[in-house]
């Protein structure tokens, strides 16, 4: 059973916009979205953005006052907006549960310098 389905990756120029969704089926409440996270190849996976219950966010320092991200919770969907993209932000790009259980299956971001 799928629970988290990522979309809106792709290809984009350097300083370029693109915005991320994660879809999460009607078994696992948006609120028990942590948020996201990033894997370039060879490195490990590091949050990139979270989420509380409350609302409040927190961000990696090299994304801060770049990215945003939210949550429709009509839509059971956790956006990233990510702004003034550089090439260091290529990765693939996965969203996840609160207690880090669940993952979807990623969205490739490719930035180009």
């Known amino acids: 059973q799928v629970l988290l389905v990522e979309s809106g990756g792709g290809l984009v120029q350097a300083g370029g916009s693109l915005r991320l969704s994660c879809a999460a089926s009607?078994?696992?409440?948006?609120?028990?979205?942590k948020g996201w996270y990033r894997q370039a190849p060879g490195k490990e996976r590091d949050l990139v953005a979270e989420?509380?219950?409350?609302?409040?966010?927190n961000y990696a320092d090299d994304v801060k006052g770049r990215f945003t991200i939210s949550r429709d919770n009509a839509k059971n969907t956790v956006y990233l907006q990510m702004n003034s993209l550089e090439p260091e932000d290529t990765a693939v790009y996965y969203c996840t549960s609160r207690d880090l259980y669940y993952w979807g299956q990623g969205t490739q971001v490719t930035v180009s310098s």
């Open positions: 989420i509380a219950r409350d609302g409040s966010t």
């Open positions: 009607r078994s696992i409440s948006v609120i028990n979205v």
